[in-house]
């Protein structure tokens, strides 16, 4: 007797906004977890950010392509990885926005601290080229900016990890059966 789960077709649509969710949920604890503790920098917290993401776009793809009796085609896969990438960079985005606005606004403050550190660091820069590169930095450190491109960036990141596992996951169904 067949499994139901095998052989129910599924859009992918549903299945990559369950798993958009799914991965926005895992990345906004991450993150919480990572400003709370200060560990932003942390290369360990980065490596884990993003196998969440590839494996949560890439078990989306599975998902879908059991769901869809063994058969998804390059399409669908960057479909339902696109779709998941754009709830997960969604879900992010908004809590990036009230991160910054309402939980912890003074850590705008810590990030331009830490830019003027580093161009005081280059010793090539003069007080006046500082000065004009954390009047540009400043612009770009407002929480709808860095909401917005989060969003963006997850969604770019989100397509192109979605082009290379739907490479690997695909199994197109035959033509002629």
């Given at each position: ?36 503790m200060q560990w932003q920098d942390s290369w360990a917290v980065r490596i ?30 960057v479909s339902v990885g696109t779709v998941a990438a754009c709830v997960m ?89």
């Amino acid at each position: 007797m067949e499994s139901t789960a095998a052989t129910t077709t599924a859009s992918t649509t549903s299945v990559g906004l369950r798993y958009g969710l799914l991965i926005g949920l895992l990345s906004v604890l991450i993150s919480f977890v990572s400003y709370t503790m200060q560990w932003q920098d942390s290369w360990a917290v980065r490596i884990i950010s993003l196998a969440v993401s590839i494996g949560g776009i890439a078990f989306a793809q599975r998902e879908f392509k059991l769901r869809n009796a063994g058969f998804m085609s390059f399409g669908q896969g960057v479909s339902v990885g696109t779709v998941a990438a754009c709830v997960m960079g969604l879900l992010s985005a908004i809590f990036i926005y009230f991160y910054l606005s309402v939980i912890a606004p003074e850590m705008i403050a810590q990030l331009l601290e830490k830019a003027r550190q580093g161009m005081e660091a280059k010793n090539n820069l003069s007080d006046e080229q500082i000065e004009q590169g954390m009047a540009m930095t400043a612009k770009f450190m407002k929480p709808p900016f860095m909401a917005g491109s989060t969003l963006v960036g997850s969604i770019i990141f989100g397509l192109i990890i979605s082009l290379i596992t739907s490479a690997f996951i695909k199994n197109a169904k035959p033509e002629f059966e």
